[in-house]
């Protein structure tokens, strides 16, 4: 079974990301801040993290750079409003995350791109 780590302090998001996700029958580890998000990382072993940028403690940016250099093959989704700034998606991009899914969005969505990733 693959476990995706959902890093999102939106606690109405991040459940239902984990609801859509349990249905198709990954296992799921919920973090609420930066700082725990970066602890699970390192000790939950994920096949995939779905990340918030703007969060508590840390940002999505510092959690994705973290990730590349300590877990390079994991690939990272990033979930973050449409008002977050261009440059900081670019910066994303650039440090290698796999795909961007801007909120407001449609679980089926996510569910269909989180398999694709994980093929």
Known sequence: MKKILIIEDDLLISSLVQFRLK????????????????????HQNPDLI?????????????????AKKNHPEVPI???SSLG???????????????????KPFNPNELAIRVKRVLR
């Open 84 to 102: 977050e700034e261009e440059e900081v998606v670019l910066e994303a991009f650039n440090l290698g995350v796999v795909d961007f899914i801007p």
């Open 23 to 42: 249905k198709d029958g990954y296992e799921t580890v919920l973090v609420k801040d930066g700082n725990e998000g970066i602890d699970a990382i390192d």
């Open 77 to 79: 989704i990033v979930l």
């Open 50 to 66: 779905i990340t918030d940028v703007m969060m508590p403690f840390r940002s999505g940016i510092e959690i994705i750079h973290h």
